[in-house]
């Protein structure tokens, strides 16, 4: 009886939720929130705030793997040791805080182009390198 329940009160905070949008944006806005969970592969069921706190994580994560396979690299292919490791990071990080604020005015196009004309590197994020 209790899995019954959890899921009928899924379905009625899924509905609350979809009449919420509904209310605030009209049926075109809950048509746009099931293609984007879709797209996604996020659950009907999960709010909003846990969208934004599930997405801050991965983006976290995401970056604590890259800062550390790029460290590894620097390292195994060119002898970085720690002064030089660290230097790396305070620069890469702050490449990154700027491509995330929305205020700096740097987009990952610009990284793109600035890679393709100073390196001669045509990265296309999701499609590896293009030399």
């Not at 379905?11 to 049926?27: C, F, K, M, P, S």
């Not at 705030?49 to 396979?69: G, N």
């Amino acid at each position: 009886m209790g899995k019954i329940d959890a899921m009928m009160a899924g379905r009625n905070e899924g509905l609350a939720y979809a009449l919420d949008i509904v209310r605030n944006g009209g049926v075109e806005a809950l048509e746009e929130e099931i293609r984007l969970r879709r797209l996604q592969g996020i659950s009907l069921n999960i709010s909003d705030k846990e969208v934004a706190a599930m997405k801050r994580e991965i983006s976290r994560q995401t970056v604590d793997i890259v800062c550390a396979a790029a460290c590894l690299t620097l390292h195994d292919a060119f002898g970085f040791g720690q002064q030089r490791g660290l230097k790396f990071l305070r620069r890469f990080e702050s490449k990154i805080d700027a491509a995330v604020d929305p205020t700096s005015g740097v987009t990952l196009e610009d990284y793109l182009a600035a890679v393709k004309d100073e390196m001669g590197i045509d990265l296309q994020v999701s499609r590896g390198l293009g030399v």
